[in-house]
């Protein structure tokens, strides 16, 4: 459906792979082998190029952090990012040196393959609670200095922050996660700042799932099917995936 509307590459989610399998997102509920299975589907059904989301690279170690991406390079997707989030709720962000060390093992495993593997590293404070922005941009430089071909801090809300983000990495790109609520910044808006990625996270499964969740509440609720009215039709679905 995205490769039909135009888009020129793509990007798995945790979160919707992690809802499309009935489990929660962030918590370790997701094995790598289901992640490394996602991206081979994801991959093969489109020729766009796919980067996956590989969390924290599934282990606490470098050496883990430089076995995933070298796992993920096999599924036929061309990028794919590692982030410094534990997935523990106490301690939900690794130390510094560590999360570089993670990021210089993810890229020098990119660096050994065949083709160019995308690395994006990713510093995870802002969406964890930890609203420390120094820290965050601290990091964003340290992971750029590892070698990351992109730099991703989702929680950045503000033109303001995003372009300190932006100016502390050039000239390597930076991705803005957007679809979060009340955040009006635009397409225009981040080529404008210099933005060179935008990132919708989960937000376009979140609202798959709404529509879902929502039409199932109605007709639990009062009986009726009006969540049907308006809806894409099961020929241009069929169409759109036959194509």
Known sequence: MLAHLGFEALATTSGGMAFSLGKPDAEKAITLPEVLENARAIAAATPLPVSADLENGYGDTPEQCAETILLAAQTGIVGGSIEDATGLPNGPIYNFDLSVERVKAAVAAARSLPFHFMLTARAENLIHGRIDFKDTIRRLEAFAEAGADVLFAPGLKTREEIAIAVKAVAPRPISVLLGLANVKLTVNDMAEI????????????????????KGAQEIRQTGTFNFANDIISYAEINSLLRS
Do not use: P
């Open 194 to 213: 210099g933005v060179k990625r935008i990132s919708v996270g989960s937000s376009i499964a979140r609202a798959a799932y709404d529509a879902f969740y």
